[in-house]
Every structure is written in structure tokens, then in C-alpha cells.
């Protein structure tokens, strides 16, 4: 089991950025892919960005390509979002999640076992 905290949500305005970090703790972090998503109000949770076990592996959604950056430190039991260009689109609370069944992670929530409390993001003038 892993138990993760998610921190750096805000707001900021659009154009700006943003990093959020998710620090775990329990078992080995290097065990579990790791997932960011995000539910804006009044819609469902969305699959963002995904990084592998190694972190030799990341994948996006088209929505951030390009202006998010996924990353994590083993040593640190940590992973990160790095938020560049945000749009007020992009307000929600924003997770992380882990993945302890499949190496590179997957883009659906029902995959990822382990999930923080969240943190919001608004995007606004």
C-alpha cells in the first residue's frame, strides 16, 4: 500500500505556471507508475499525464501536451507536474495516482489502486 499527498495547487494567472508534487510514502515508490488527473467541476475525472515505474516512460492527454511536463524522483518518493502555459481550462483539483499492476501505467483511472486527496488548480485574470 502507498499513501500519497499531493501539493503546489493555487492560483496563478493565464499564461502562467505551476508545479505540483506528490510525495509517498509506504511501500517502494519504484513499485508503482504514476498518474496526474484532474475533475473540473460538474465533469469527470481525466486522465493527464503518466509516467513508468523508471520514469523512462511519458505519456500525455492532447489537452496538455506540450505545456505539461511529468516527471518523478525514485530517491525522493516523489513525482511531479510541471504546468507551463495554463489556460483557465485547465482549473480543477488535480491527482495523483499510483499503479502497481503495469509498468508503464495506463490512462485509465480505474487502473491506478492508490490516489492522493487532491489539489486546486484555478486559472484565472
Known amino acids: 500500500q502507498v499513501q500519497l499527498v499531493e501539493s503546489g495547487g493555487g492560483l496563478v494567472q493565464p499564461g502562467g505556471s505551476l508545479r505540483l508534487s506528490c510525495a509517498a510514502s509506504?511501500?517502494?515508490?519504484?513499485?508503482?507508475?504514476m498518474g496526474w488527473f484532474r475533475q473540473a467541476e460538474g465533469k469527470e475525472r481525466e486522465f493527464i499525464a503518466g509516467?513508468?515505474?523508471?520514469?523512462?516512460?511519458?505519456y500525455y492527454a492532447d489537452s496538455v501536451k506540450g505545456r505539461f511536463t511529468i516527471s518523478r524522483d525514485n530517491a525522493k518518493n516523489t513525482a511531479f507536474l510541471q504546468m507551463y502555459s495554463l489556460k483557465p481550462e485547465d482549473t480543477a483539483v488535480y491527482y495523483c495516482?499510483?499503479?502497481?499492476?503495469?509498468?508503464?501505467?495506463?490512462?485509465?483511472?480505474?487502473?491506478?489502486?492508490?490516489w492522493g486527496q487532491g489539489t486546486q488548480v484555478t486559472v484565472s485574470s
Open positions: 509506504g511501500r517502494t515508490f519504484s513499485s508503482y507508475a
Open positions: 495516482a499510483a499503479n502497481g499492476a503495469n509498468f508503464f501505467g495506463t490512462r485509465n483511472a480505474r487502473d491506478y489502486a492508490y
Open positions: 509516467v513508468s515505474r523508471s520514469g523512462s516512460s511519458t
